[in-house]
């Protein structure tokens, strides 16, 4: 086998890993590569805080393994969870690196937890000079807020007339 095969190999199985597919379909097979080939994981542990509220984000990040809990402080310090568990391949804080504002929300570990994250500059350059990569891009993490706030607004019940 030769070297270029191992590493497409090698690649190939961590954007597996993250369900990267599942998360940006519309990527082709050589894009998602691009995705998992710019990155880099860092591991949290149970109860660790990964972005707090306020905080600006400036990677693109991934769950790699593990879970993350999506919390809220409200009136009297109250904590409350409003949506989630968020598990492997998802796209967490993409809000924030997209409109540069601070994160709505706070992610805590659920467990041992590996976060991947492409630095916003790299992603960004590859956004300004492939203008394909960047339509694919944009629609597939398009689909994903829609089903993520499809799935926030299940959990909210009707208020009664």
Same mark, same amino acid.
């Given at each position: 086998?030769?070297?270029?095969?191992?590493?497409?190999?090698?690649?190939?199985?961590?954007?597996?890993?993250?369900?990267?597919?599942?998360?940006?379909?519309?990527?082709?097979?050589?894009?998602?590569?691009?995705?998992?080939?710019?990155?880099?994981?860092?591991?949290?542990?149970?109860?660790?805080? /990964?972005?707090?509220?306020?905080?600006?984000?400036t990677?693109?990040?991934?769950?790699?393994?593990?879970?993350?809990?999506?919390?809220?402080? +409200?009136?009297?310090?109250?904590?409350?969870?409003?949506?989630?568990?968020?598990?492997?391949?998802?796209?967490?804080?993409?809000?924030s690196?997209?409109?540069?504002?601070?994160?709505?929300?706070?992610?805590?570990?659920?467990?041992?937890?590996?976060? +991947?994250?492409?630095?916003?500059?790299?992603?960004?350059?590859?956004?300004?000079?492939?203008?394909?990569?960047?339509?694919?891009?944009?629609?597939?993490? /398009?689909?994903?807020?829609?089903?993520?706030?499809?799935?926030?607004?299940?959990?909210?019940?009707?208020?009664?007339?």
């Amino acid at each position: 086998m030769t070297i270029r095969k191992l590493v497409f190999t090698a690649l190939a199985a961590k954007e597996q890993d993250m369900n990267l597919i599942g998360t940006f379909p519309n990527l082709t097979d050589d894009e998602r590569q691009w995705l998992v080939s710019n990155g880099q994981t860092t591991s949290y542990k149970t109860g660790e805080a /990964f972005i707090s509220r306020g905080q600006v984000v400036t990677s693109l990040l991934l769950i790699k393994s593990g879970n993350l809990r999506v919390t809220r402080t +409200y009136l009297d310090e109250m904590s409350a969870e409003f949506a989630g568990p968020l598990g492997p391949g998802e796209v967490i804080g993409e809000m924030s690196l997209m409109d540069k504002k601070g994160a709505s929300a706070n992610l805590i570990a659920d467990g041992h937890t590996e976060i +991947y994250a492409i630095p916003g500059d790299v992603l960004k350059n590859k956004l300004n000079t492939d203008t394909e990569f960047k339509a694919r891009f944009f629609e597939s993490l /398009f689909l994903d807020l829609i089903r993520k706030l499809r799935s926030t607004n299940q959990r909210f019940l009707p208020v009664p007339p």
